[in-house]
């Protein structure tokens, strides 16, 4: 097992953000890669962004796919939750249904990953709205202790709890990719022959470049 002081290489990471349309996930996208607040977004783009950040000392990359549900084929849909390490789940507190939206979009993540532990963040957008809220908090901090993922209140619009949502993903990934290493320590084990297969496959590509 790699010592805590031995060179940790830069990890990479699909992170996908979901939610129903109008909640903010371009604003709170934009946010985060480039500290800006976008009034409006044509809510038909669908685009990925490369950005580099630290968590905790670590370097990690991130590859965004700020969705916008307008892919043709379910089976795009399905391509890229399969591909996502981590889920940012958005809805809008001034909005019930947009928070309901979310168990299927759960339901969907675990189903494809098939994996009921996958890294997801709950995010309730439009924090700065609270004379317009519409989904009391703690029914959704309920809902998410339930499904085991934290939950924030965020604002896009006034760049409250942005960071802390998305790194608190890369936190889960990062440690999700840790827990594969450890399977080192035991050679013996199919999993920790696929997980030096993995190992290898991402040493390959874990070039990091400053961005
Ligand atoms: N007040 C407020 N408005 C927001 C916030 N985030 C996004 N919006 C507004 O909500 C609308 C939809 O945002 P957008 O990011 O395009 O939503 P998307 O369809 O989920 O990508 C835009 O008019 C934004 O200005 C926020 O945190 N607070
Ligand atoms: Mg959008």
Redesign the pocket.
Known sequence: MPSKFSYQPCREFNVVVL??????????TAQFVYNEW????D?TIEDSYRTQKSVDGRQVVLEIL?T?GTEQFVAMRDLYMKTGHGFLL?FSICSKASFEELETLRDDIIRIKDDENIPIVIVG?????EEQRAVDRAKAFSVSRGWGAPYYE?????RTNVDEAFIDLCRQMLRRDDTHDDLHDDPSSQRAEDATKRHRRRKRKDRCTIL
């Open positions: 939610g129903a349309g109008g909640v903010g996930k371009s604003c709170l976008i009034e409006s977004y809510p700020d916008a958005v957008n439009k924090a700065d709205l965020a604002s896009a619009r006034t």
